[in-house]
């Protein structure tokens, strides 16, 4: 997929109240990979398909007939942004909710609990390469989207009926306590205290009792990621090519802009109001609201199925790189001599020049080897990212367990607080972006120690670590303490830790990802940083699974501390080794400023030269050069 944008683009719309939100964003930047002009027929039935270019204007509506004028582009972008609201309040409701239904009305333990939160997250990051295969290579964006929908519709609606048909929660002490109408946040901390001990000997449910609707809510929970994987590499793409004209690039941006906002508002509703349904209506009800409000997202998104421009098939990134690796593997079957004069052809002024995968030289074409030498590159950083999400996602599991057994002082649900690290992402930003990046990069210790990407990074990754720390001091303190003593308030200062690593790591990897990754791999760039996600899940949910019953939640909390810490000196290790591809500082210095005008792009080529440390994970006004030129060579080959 390669659709560009430019990376002070990328910074506005990656912000996400969590991983996934702020993956969906990058993944906005992407597109497929071919390079053909769209086509102006209405016939094609494989998804190569694009609407007649007559209808479309430069980005801004003539006909009267927009009723939101402050969203650019065509009419039917509303039907987009307006299909990804319902959607991601429908993904983060069930998410808000889901540690809770498997603990209290499935019967399951803290930590197998915590466990299939992590593994179905895994699953539903690792389903975007698939995803992004068949959109690219198969069915075409649309397509793929609409028919992926249907199953996340199917998903979801599965899983409502686990919860509607799973039998009735706990009974203690011979009295029902209705998860339905009840809310652990009303009684006082003697009342709860009071309960466990009379639950002590009195009748709860099992994974036994509960084992076939425990069963078909893995099944939907299943069915949702594979869904959930058909959308989220290309919704947002597929929005940024309804886009043309010369007012294109700005217009994406403010696309963008509204794209991301859609998100957060879904994100930040559904953490309000799936509890409220849950407490009220119980959790069969907070679970069918998100199937209304899909199947609402997907007839929006049919409606406008004759207006949309649809991009035409292209070579698959995928296969691309695993001819490259796999030919490289077996030196391409070619003789000694032949291997050795395709690479003495490689520039010795090429960093390239020396890596293993330029054997594949000759069966297969220059510029497929080197995008795949940048994706292996980059791979090398992505492959220090999973424990970040380990810790990270923690936030709507074992965080959301510690919420349960403090004081919800009579009107918060436990899993309400997930509702503020969106609301401090959004004040954050601007800080960061305003303030405090400016004022560091000013000062001394900013021009010894540039604020490049990766060291933005490497500094997230200590910020994760020390909300791990207090996290456990807060878990101690509650281990120590009455039963439901303790504030919920307490676990402001680690939730907002953790979202200032989340703008240091997330957002800033975002964008490092986007403007190193070659052109016609942006995307599969964007899937293989998402399944960074997926992987660091399954060391969560095995790391819960293996040593939740054996270890304290603060001594679990410690240990991903601890990890984070010794994750951040190889990162260190790795960053230090990194070359940015010639490939980027190249297109810098093909930038040519109006005259007069100072050539930032040559400079930086000319700085990174001297010091090729600042060359690592640069970021700023010189990549907003970089995907600028990206959009004028883009334009040149539509």
């Known amino acids: 997929m390669k659709r560009n944008m430019a990376a002070s683009e990328v910074r506005r719309t990656s912000r996400g109240n969590s991983g996934e939100v702020g993956h969906l964003s990058l993944l906005a930047s992407g597109s497929s990979s071919s390079d053909q002009p769209f086509t102006d027929n209405n016939n094609n039935t494989d998804g190569s398909f694009s609407a007649n270019l007559d209808q479309h204007t430069n980005g801004n ?27 991601r309040f429908s993904f983060y409701a069930l998410r808000a909710i889901l540690v809770l239904f498997f603990k209290e009305r499935l019967g399951w333990s803290r930590d197998s609990a915590v466990s299939i939160f992590f593994f179905s997250s895994a699953l539903s990051y690792f389903m975007p390469l698939f995803g992004g295969y068949v959109a690219d290579s198969k069915l075409g964006r649309f397509k793929t989207i609409l028919g992926f929908s249907a199953i996340y519709v199917l998903g979801s609606f599965v899983l409502a009926l686990s919860a ?3 039998p009735e929660p706990f009974f203690l002490n011979g009295t029902e306590i209705s998860n339905n109408m009840t809310s652990a946040a009303t009684e006082s901390a003697e009342e709860r205290a009071a309960s466990e001990q009379a639950g002590a000997g009195g009748e709860t449910l099992t994974e036994q009792d509960t084992g076939g609707s425990a069963a078909l809510a893995i099944f939907a929970l299943c069915l949702i990621a594979v ?63 998100p199937t209304v409000l899909l199947t609402v997202a997907t007839f929006i998104f049919w409606s406008a199925r004759d207006k949309y421009i649809k991009k035409p098939l292209g070579k698959s990134p995928v296969s691309v790189l695993w001819n490259v690796l796999s030919t490289a593997r077996s030196n391409g079957g070619q003789s000694t001599d032949v291997r050795r004069a395709n690479l003495e052809s490689v520039p010795s002024s090429d960093s390239r020049a020396s890596h293993w995968l330029n054997r594949a030289r000759g069966p297969c074409s220059e510029q497929d080897v080197n995008d795949t030498i940048d994706v292996w590159r ?48 959004l004040c954050l930003i601007p800080i960061f972006e305003q303030y405090i990046y400016p004022k560091y990069e ?17 500094i997230g990754m200590v910020f994760a670590s020390l909300a791990f720390v207090i996290s456990a001091f807060v878990q101690s303190s509650i ?18 830790v953790i979202s200032i690593s989340e703008i240091l790591v997330s957002i800033t990897a975002l964008e490092f990802v986007y403007e190193t990754a070659p052109f016609a791999m942006k995307s599969t760039c964007s899937s293989l940083f998402l399944c960074t996600t997926a992987v660091g899940d399954v060391l969560g949910g095995g790391l819960y699974s293996i040593l939740g019953p054996r270890m304290s939640g603060a001594g679990l909390f410690l ?6 810490l010794c994750n951040t000196v190889l990162f260190a290790f790795v960053a230090k080794g990194y070359v940015k591809p010639e490939q980027v500082v190249a297109i810098n210095t093909l930038y040519e400023a109006p005259a007069g005008q100072h050539n930032r792009g040559a400079d930086k080529h000319a700085n990174n030269a001297a010091n090729p440390a600042a060359n690592i994970g640069s970021s700023g006004s010189d990549s907003t050069k970089t995907e600028e030129t990206e959009s004028e060579w883009e334009a040149a080959t539509l």
């Not at 303490?481 to 939730?495: G, R, W």
């Open 442 to 458: 000013a000062s001394q210790l900013g021009q010894k120690y540039p604020a490049t990407s990766l060291f933005k990074i490497g």
């Open 61 to 87: 509506n003539t006909n009267g007939k927009k009723l939101f004028s402050c969203i650019p582009g065509p009419p039917w972008v509303i039907n987009i942004l307006l299909s990804e609201l319902c959607e």
């Open 559 to 564: 240990l991903c501390a601890v990890l984070m």
């Open 479 to 496: 281990d120590s303490s009455e039963p439901n003593t303790i504030s919920v308030f307490a676990q402001l200062p680690q939730i907002l």
């Open 227 to 289: 869904g959930t994987g058909g959308i989220k590499p290309n919704v947002s793409s597929f929005g940024a090519d309804q886009f043309t004209g010369p007012t294109r690039q700005e217009d994406i941006g403010k696309f963008f802009s509204i794209f991301y906002f859609c998100i957060n508002t879904g994100s930040v509703v559904s953490f309000i109001v799936s509890p409220i349904l849950r407490v009220n209506l119980g959790y069969g009800v907070a679970f069918a609201l």
């Open 164 to 166: 509607a048909t799973s």
């Open 378 to 425: 980059q791979g090398s950083l992505l492959l220090t990212l999973p424990v970040f999400w380990t810790l990270y996602d923690q936030q709507g599991s074992a965080w959301t367990l510690q919420a349960e057994t403090m004081n919800l002082h009579g009107f918060l649900q436990p899993e309400q607080l997930g509702v503020i690290n969106p609301i401090l992402i």
